[in-house]
């Protein structure tokens, strides 16, 4: 895929000529070239990939517990260094060294591989995430189609864990999370195809360089907000965070899924529910928010100029933690929905919304009736 | 009603119902063979209506070899409360 | 007449066998004696077809201290501080039951000053104990923010308490003949913050929780219990009163000074589990009125009417008393022989106990789901079932 620098040229104006290499690139480089640098770089990205978990789950835990706190009227972890910042990573050693009790009757080998699927699926589609216009680790043409797929194999995880711990609440749980997660993704698709029909590319990069005259929640002459709101309701049912955390279910299900699971296993289902709310949210951004396109109003250059001071990963991160921040809002305050009226809220709700706004959407682009259209 | 005429009434109701003293709210003593049907005429007989068993529970007398069974009926039509062990 | 009784192993057998290799079949599931909608140990077996409840049998038991056996060996003012850990969230009311059938056995006089004392400290502690179960029925319905909430303005009478009685959680403070301590001097001043603070906070419950759009999709229509229904069962609180029974202790028994305040008794229109909800919120406003009147007039007087070391002595009979705690009916059967101050045998009427057998007619036919909020609509305290 040849469009990285064009993005670049476009996103710094044709003032800068920078040249400037990708990561994406980097990596087409190094996998081509001699054996050793491909070994090399694979190193190198699977440090960075682990490192990038590890803060995202780290620190996104302790966002969580102290947003969690300040809505509740208390203060959260305070004890372990500043603020408690370092609370997660003491509970962090706390599980690794636990016991990891697998249940007598459980399916050994699929007990053991549920954890790893459910924290698979959110890492791979880190990998297509357009972070900055020079990180990002591989821009895939097919982008939007790829985060869908991948998306949906989650749910293996879920299904395997809850049906491999002989348990009837986690099966329960596990029941539950098949059929929301299935059901949900169809209307985040719906979603997610609004966009792709607007930017006329399944890239993701792609989808963000499209944004560069304004961002499609706006441009999109309201299409583009009903698609979003669909994308965060059904993607939020998707990670199972509440109001729709029915797979787990504290007080139905005991845990749901994982009831059975202990000290690093249960750590896995725990870092892939955050991981997986930060890919969610940098979803968001990308499709509907601009990625890392800074915010621009039409012909307001001095604003704009000032706009474009601020570094372009500082925006995606702004965004992202921004839909990070509402996603921990949903769940502090609202209650949990039963099944029957999650799939009535699906299938009666959002799929007929999602199915009439990508027909609304599909005669915009047809007639160029959307804002600021490409010249 | 008060109380004397509630005793009064249970005893012309059931054949063999008396009233049980020493207790400080109306009570009546019922012979055993006799409680299904007291039960059902102090439920269904609109003056009395007892609807609601409040609390059953049983006094053991070892000594006589017997122990009762206290029943606390309460009308929620008539609001009155009626002890009865038998 | 002939009497069923069924053992617990003949009720879990499945119903049915699958007829055809694709036909589901029943299964059971323990929700508790260790789950978090128990509350505490209480056993439900649920036979489900998929998530759909057929039955539920609770078993209770798991906290069973043989209280009443216990209470046959001691005095009255021994047994006063068994009663606060039945229903631990109504400590102030189950003391006041016991107090009060030994006060009609023994005929002990109490006076205005004791009994204003007892009913503001019950209807303190009715608020107290509604605003936990809010925070509670939040929590088991998935929004675990109220839950704090509830906590925060339990912990504030809880402070009222604390100075008065010493203890926040088992208050053992009536006492037969009057109650244990005088009330702090802060204590007017203290309640009469503590209730113009409570005013708007049960608004801000009815903005955090009440209006949900998910909150009412659990609880309207879930779980109807009819009036007649309740009455069979012996329900009685907010549960009965729920179902448009107006039938509560503090009109029908005259105890206390409620005859002297103005309150209205709660009542719902349908029986399911929002009003169950609603009865609870709007009796914390009427609670609220009752402190409100009685706390600027409360009388002179001696606040122990009975010497501590003479032997409370109760003549031959049996006796019973009964009081509105916040769940319901809380009733206390003494039968004294006479001859000692020790009852002959006791016998707690706990409101909790009859409550939570209304979750057999409720349940079938809903979801696992709505278990959850029939449960947390019942308010139940399970030490208080077992006994």
Redesign the interface.
Known sequence: MNSAPHIIQIALGAASSWQVKTVSERAADALSSNIWESIAYMAVALAAVGLLITFLGLSLIYVERKL?AH????LGPMRVGPHGIFQTLADTIKLLVKEDIIPQEADKPMHLLAPFLCLAVPVLILGVVPYSPMTQIADVNIGVLFVTAVGGFGVMGILLGGWSSNN??SM?GAM?AGAQIISYEVSATLALLVVVLFAGTMSLAGIVESQQQGWWIWRAHGVGIVAFIVYVIASTAEINR??F??PE??????AGFHTEYSGLRFSFFFLAEFINMFVVAALTSTLFLGGWMPFHIGEWEAFNGVMDLVPPGVWFVGKSSFIIFVIMWFR??????????LMHLEWKVLLPIGLINLLAAALLVLRHLYFFPAA | MDSEELLDIVERIESGATKREKSDRPAVHVPVDRLLSAMRRLRNYQWLSFDMLVTHTAIDWPDDNRFELVYLLYSTVHGHLLERPQ | MTVTIRTLNELLQPSHLPAHPLATQEYFVNMGPQHPISHGSLRLVLRLDGETVKEVIPVPGFVHRGVEKMCESLTPRQIVPYTDRLDYLSAFMNNWAITRVVETAAGIESNERIETIRTLMSELQRIQSHALWWGVTGMDLGAFTAFLYGFREREVISEIFEETVGARLTMNYIQPGGVMYDIHPNFVKRVKDVMAYMKPIIDEYDTLLSGNVILQERCRNIGILSPEKAIALGCTGPVLRASGVPYDLRKMENYGVYNKVDFNVVVGAVGDCWDRYYVRMQEMRESIRIVEQLIDSIPEGPTMTLRYNLPIEMPEGTYYSQVETARGVFGAFLVAEGKSEKPYPLHFRSPNYNNLWSVTALAPGWRVADIIAILSSLDLVIPDIDR
Request: glycine content about 4%.
């Open positions: 969690a809505f509740q009227c208390r009837k609440w329960l539950r509440t109001p955390d029915i279910g504290e007080s139905e299900l005991t502090w305050t609202f209650p949990r929905l039963r099944v029957d009226q």
